[in-house]
């Protein structure tokens, strides 16, 4: 090795990445200092040194942070992209030693020392060039990732240096590595230290082919398993032995004929099982139409709650879990007394306004209780998928049901109490409007033959008592307000909040904190006649 001439040139660092001589390849850059030290290189028509970090998690990287072996390289190509970053090509020549770093704020700016290499012993490295191209063979033909083009490339080589710095640029080695290989100079030691990573690379690769062939034979064997498992259960059905699966199938028709539901639902039942004695139980197609037939047969068609009509009862009720609220309470049992003269009223839906935590969702689940109702609430706030409510087809991957049909399938009956919860919280997209698919839910005259787009027959929806909920009104759709009854729930005042705090929540507190049966007692420290904020309104007591 003889040393060359001292030269200063600009610095481009390289995370985990290291260009050899001979190596051409495409760069993205991004820094403000690389960008600069690219277009002093490009202005001056110079050369740029091409050093890796230490670390690549580095933003800033100072002197110490980088090798001081690098690659001075030719700026082939460069190209400014719109996102303000630089496409680069350049092409590593040769070997230089970082010798000191030049001030200077806007890019690092180096002076190096370029390393001649000249093999110490001439026949030893010929025969290093035979031994290293003939084990390069082998790892390509282990390692597919490898273009043929290489393999041609390198086999017309008969440097020592560049041989060995085309083919380390090819080896999946650590960066580390890679840099171990750059400085070493002397040609002939580069080889062997590249050889005997070449020969730990295919043991490893040679190991991965063993497991591959191994897992291979293994899934061979599970399908020969699979075929024989099949003659097998043929030749029991031949011989008159039981199937379960077809025994599971003929349960299905049994529960279909007992089922109360309409008469389409049965047929597209029956036609769906027809279709399922036709199919593999393994296919994908028999568990797509499986689950549809269990979600057929687990809705509560016909089933339907005993429904009770108490005033006083729901009275009751609503004094008990709610202080205040006089108003709102003689509506409710206005909208309930109308109910109990006229079972199937058709009558607007009521929706309950106001800021959380005023007691809207507590308010629907007490009358559920008094009308002996199931409960089942729904969340309306971020859907905007139409399919949200209507369901998906049964041709998409995990289709399933809407939220109004999976709600009646939870709760297992067919006239519950469903709360659209923050039904103003709906929007829309390019997946379709959701309000308008609950105008439709919402509508007495149309919700009786609702249409569910995963179970494809009509679904009666008339039974359902529907109550909504809303922080604001000026975000529901016009069409879907006016289906609606609005029902304003205010806040509370101070002093409503003290009963609110004393009756509901401060027992609820203690109950859930393990104090009931203990003797507990709070202080009322401020008299709510004398402060300040007994005229102002709070959405939460």
């Not at 993205?28 to 001056?44: D, T, Y």
């Not at 690769?205 to 064997?221: A, D, F, P, S």
């Not at 199938?249 to 099982?273: P, T, W």
């Not at 109550?467 to 289906?483: F, G």
Request: glycine share 4%; aromatic share 6%; net charge neutral.
């Amino acid at each position: 090795m003889s040393e060359g001439k001292v030269q200063q040139l600009p610095l481009l660092p390289l995370r985990d990445l290291i260009i050899f001589p001979h190596m051409m390849m495409p760069l993205f850059v991004g820094r403000e200092k690389s960008i600069n030290a690219l277009e002093e290189a490009m202005s001056k028509q110079t050369d740029i040194v091409l050093a890796a970090q230490k670390d690549a998690k580095t933003n800033n990287p100072e002197p110490k942070d980088i090798f001081n072996i690098g690659t001075v390289g030719t700026i082939i190509q460069l190209l400014r992209l719109p996102d303000g970053t630089v496409k680069v090509l350049v092409e590593g020549k040769r070997r230089v030693k970082i010798k000191s770093f030049v001030n200077n704020e806007s890019f690092f700016t180096v002076s190096v020392e370029n390393l001649d290499e000249d093999p110490t012993n001439i026949v030893e490295a010929q025969a290093l060039v035979r031994s290293v191209k003939t084990t390069f063979e082998t790892y390509v033909k282990l390692n597919k990732r490898i273009p043929p083009e290489i393999l041609m490339r390198v086999s017309t080589i008969e440097n020592p240096g560049e041989l060995a710095d085309i083919i380390v640029a090819q080896l999946n080695l650590k960066l580390e590595d890679k840099q171990a290989v750059l400085e070493i100079i002397d040609p002939s030691k580069r080889l062997e230290h590249l050889l005997n990573l070449m020969t730990g690379e295919i043991e490893i690769l040679e190991v991965e082919k063993k497991i591959r062939t191994r897992v291979k034979k293994q899934m061979e064997r599970s399908q020969k398993e699979y075929y024989l498992n099949e003659q097998m259960q043929a030749i029991q059905k031949e011989l008159g032995e039981k199937d379960d699966y077809q025994a599971e199938l003929q349960d299905l028709e049994v529960k279909c004929k007992n089922k109360k539901m309409s008469q389409e639902a049965k047929d597209k039942v029956m036609k769906e099982i027809k279709k399922l004695k036709m199919m593999s139980p393994m296919s994908a197609e028999a568990t797509v139409v499986r689950n549809y037939v269990d979600w057929i047969l687990s809705l509560p068609w016909a089933d339907y709650s005993e429904e009770k009509h108490d005033l006083k009862n729901a009275q009751r009720i609503l004094d008990n879990d709610h202080w205040g609220l006089e108003k709102v309470k003689d509506r409710i049992l206005e909208y309930l007394a109308v109910l109990s003269i006229s079972h199937d009223m058709k009558g607007p839906i009521l929706c309950l306004a106001g800021p959380p935590g005023v007691g809207k969702t507590s308010l629907a689940r007490s009358i559920a209780e008094s009308l002996n109702r199931s409960f089942a609430r729904i969340s309306l706030g971020g859907v905007r998928d139409e399919a949200e409510i209507r369901g998906h087809r049964k041709t998409y991957v995990g289709a399933m049901p809407g939220k109004i049909i999976q709600s009646l399938r939870k709760v297992d009956k067919g006239n519950p109490l469903v709360l659209l919860d923050e039904i103003d919280k709906m929007a829309s997209d390019f997946r379709g409007d959701p309000s308008a698919a609950m105008l439709e839910v919402l509508d007495p005259e149309q919700n009786s033959a609702f249409q569910d787009h995963y179970l494809e027959v009509e679904y009666d929806l008339s039974k359902v008592m529907f109550i909504a909920t809303a922080n604001t009104l000026h975000t529901i759709p016009r069409p879907l307000l006016d289906r609606m009854e609005i029902i304003q729930l205010e806040g509370y005042i101070e002093q409503e909040k003290f009963h609110i705090a004393k009756n509901y929540l401060v027992p609820k507190q203690l109950e859930n904190h393990g104090l009931k049966d203990y003797k507990v007692s709070i202080q009322r420290r401020i008299d709510p006649r004398h402060h300040p904020l007994l005229h102002s309104r709070s959405g939460r007591a």
